[in-house]
T-cell receptor, first 111, second 116 residues
Framework: DAKTTQPNSMESNEEEPVHLPCNHS???????IHWYRQLPSQGPEYVIH???SNVNNRMASLAIAEDRKSSTLILHRATLRDAAVYYC????????????FGSGTKLNVKP | SAVISQKPSRDICQRGTSLTIQCQVD?????MFWYRQQPGQSLTLIAT?????????ESGFVIDKFPISRPNLTFSTLTVSNMSPEDSSIYLC?????????????FGSGTRLTVV
């Protein structure tokens, strides 16, 4: 049911920006793009979400392609605490009971 | 945001037995969700629990194996019945929550179940 595609893993250096890509070519007009991350031994936590426009919050930025078929989560300065699995998820506003996780991207941050 | 407490945090159980996992939320919520995360895997939605009605199960999950209760707006339980080693997983509950930028989901820290 997951409708997103992400690389299995990525690596980054500490204090450098990280761009995590996500493809969602079958996205519908009512799908919001959500990003969550799961730190080791914890439940997933909300990072950011958007519909069409780019979004910024204190944790990250979300860049959404003009055709909405892809998006990129941007961590502006990676820290060791950002090492986690990052999930890109589509949430349909007309069916908010369905929140399906894909396989995610495991981010490794090197000191 | 909502705070979720799950109990137990971990357990080791004998095959053939059952375990009931509790999920307590510090605010009233309409929908609660139960997920399973098998070792090294992503999360899989088991069911959606609405207060006062039967839970709705996803394909591959049945009520006899994973009975769910939802007695009020702040509490739910998931039972893993007649366990086998294949049930060894992390079980997480989740609620819809206001994230500051819109509605998203808050998750508990999970129950790590090992069946021997």
């Amino acid at each position: 049911d997951a409708k997103t595609t992400q690389p299995n893993s990525m690596e980054s250096n500490e204090e450098e920006p990280v761009h995590l890509p996500c493809n969602h070519s079958t996205i519908s007009g009512t799908d919001y793009i959500h990003w969550y991350r799961q730190l080791p031994s914890q439940g997933p936590e909300y990072v950011i979400h958007g519909l069409t426009s780019n979004v910024n919050n204190r944790m990250a930025s979300l860049a959404i392609a003009e055709d909405r078929k892809s998006s990129t989560l941007i961590l502006h300065r990676a820290t060791l605490r950002d090492a986690a699995v990052y999930y890109c998820i589509l949430r349909d506003v007309n069916d908010f009971n369905k929140f399906y996780f894909g396989s995610g991207t495991k981010l490794n941050v090197k000191p | 945001s909502a705070v979720i407490s799950q109990k137990p945090s971990r357990d080791i159980c004998q095959r053939g037995t059952s375990l009931t996992i509790q999920c307590q939320v510090d605010s009233q919520v309409t929908m609660m969700f139960w997920y399973r995360q098998q070792p090294g895997q992503s999360l899989t939605l088991i069911a959606t629990a609405n207060q006062g009605s039967e839970a709705t199960y996803e394909s591959g999950f049945v009520i006899d194996k994973f009975p769910i209760s939802r007695p009020n707006l702040t509490f739910s339980t998931l039972t893993v019945s007649n366990m086998s080693p294949e049930d060894s997983s992390i079980y997480l509950c989740s609620v819809e929550d206001w994230t500051g930028g819109g509605y998203g989901y808050t998750f508990g820290s999970g129950t790590r179940l090992t069946v021997v």
